[in-house]
């Protein structure tokens, strides 16, 4: 999907049990990629810290970005855009996540609260803090005060 060169070579993190269909689905978009595997099932801990160590090997530089695989992209080249922008804010020694703008109030989600700005063009905000699943209530009164949906994914760069 990503052959656009902003890319490196992915490593991709997956359970024991699915490393075949990964290895299979590489192949059929025809691309390389690492595998890492977890060390339990749900546990992706340990290895997105082997992913983050094998994708440092490329130079002191590289920005790791580490992405759910439950998402859907439907704008690739905006998707790519906001990549962008977080990779050179994670260059700038911020750990940056995605945030996703809430179409309506979940339970299901955590959220972030936003502050002042990283960037000169205020896309990049500074986090004031991370709020796991919230009540109703509690999920409105975020939707309300502009919060975000905490994406769960991640750039950063070594310090």
Same mark, same amino acid.
């Given at each position: 999907?990503?052959?656009?060169?902003?890319?490196?070579?992915? +490593?991709?993190?997956?359970?024991?049990? $699915?490393?075949?269909?990964?290895?299979?689905?590489?192949?059929?978009?025809?691309?390389?990629?690492?595998?890492v595997?977890?060390?339990?099932?749900?546990d992706?801990?340990?290895?997105?810290? +082997?992913?983050?160590?094998?994708?440092?090997?490329?130079? #002191?530089?590289?920005?790791v970005?580490?992405?759910?695989?439950?998402?859907?992209?439907?704008?690739?080249?905006?998707?790519?855009?906001?990549?962008?922008?977080?990779?050179?804010?994670?260059?700038?020694? $911020?750990?940056?996540?995605?945030?996703?703008?809430?179409?309506?109030?979940?339970?299901? $989600?955590?959220?972030?609260?936003?502050?002042? #700005?990283?960037?000169?063009?205020?896309?990049?905000?500074?986090?004031?803090?991370?709020?796991?699943? #919230?009540?109703?209530?509690?999920?409105?009164?975020?939707?309300?005060?502009? $919060?975000?949906?905490?994406?769960?994914?991640?750039?950063?760069?070594?310090?």
């Amino acid at each position: 999907m990503l052959d656009d060169g902003v890319f490196e070579t992915p +490593v991709v993190i997956s359970n024991h049990e $699915y490393r075949f269909l990964v290895a299979e689905q590489l192949a059929e978009i025809g691309r390389d990629a690492r595998i890492v595997l977890e060390p339990v099932r749900r546990d992706s801990g340990p290895a997105v810290a +082997v992913a983050a160590e094998i994708a440092a090997e490329a130079g #002191p530089e590289t920005v790791v970005a580490v992405l759910a695989a439950d998402h859907v992209v439907q704008d690739k080249a905006g998707f790519v855009a906001l990549c962008k922008q977080a990779a050179e804010a994670a260059a700038l020694g $911020y750990v940056v996540t995605l945030g996703v703008k809430p179409t309506a109030p979940a339970t299901g $989600y955590g959220y972030i609260k936003t502050s002042k #700005p990283v960037t000169r063009d205020g896309a990049v905000l500074k986090v004031a803090g991370f709020v796991e699943k #919230p009540d109703a209530a509690t999920a409105e009164k975020y939707i309300a005060e502009d $919060y975000l949906w905490n994406s769960g994914n991640f750039f950063s760069a070594p310090t």
